[in-house]
């Protein structure tokens, strides 16, 4: 590699390209995603419910094995703490539903 590819910006030819097209919201290249609400480019209400699914079993497990763990150990307020943190789950696994089925009535 030479001295002047070293000096040269990467981006000097991402830079040069024009737009494919016009955007359709400004400020979002392509137009804005349609995923849960907070922009994550999900387009199916099914990939939404699954991720919603997905993030429920994850954390329950977690939870699940943190309770194995508290009570081998006699920790029993550890162990309660486990019952608030499942019911976060549960309540996000609630809000991720509800934008997957409002993801899904809006087309």
Do not use: H
Request: glycine residues 12%; hydrophobic residues 50%.
């Amino acid at each position: 590699m030479t001295e002047q590819d070293q000096d040269r910006d990467p981006w000097d030819e991402f830079d040069k390209l024009k737009p494919a097209a016009p955007d359709r919201v400004e400020g979002y290249p392509g137009g804005e995603p349609q995923g849960f609400g907070f922009r994550t480019g999900v387009r199916s209400a099914r990939v939404a419910l699954g991720f919603a699914v997905y993030a429920l079993v994850l954390g329950t497990l977690l939870v699940v094995t943190g309770a194995i763990v508290f009570v081998g150990n006699g920790q029993w307020l550890l162990l309660g703490l486990m019952v608030p943190i499942e019911a976060v789950f549960i309540l996000a696994f609630a809000r991720l539903v509800a934008m997957a089925r409002s993801r899904r009535s809006a087309r």
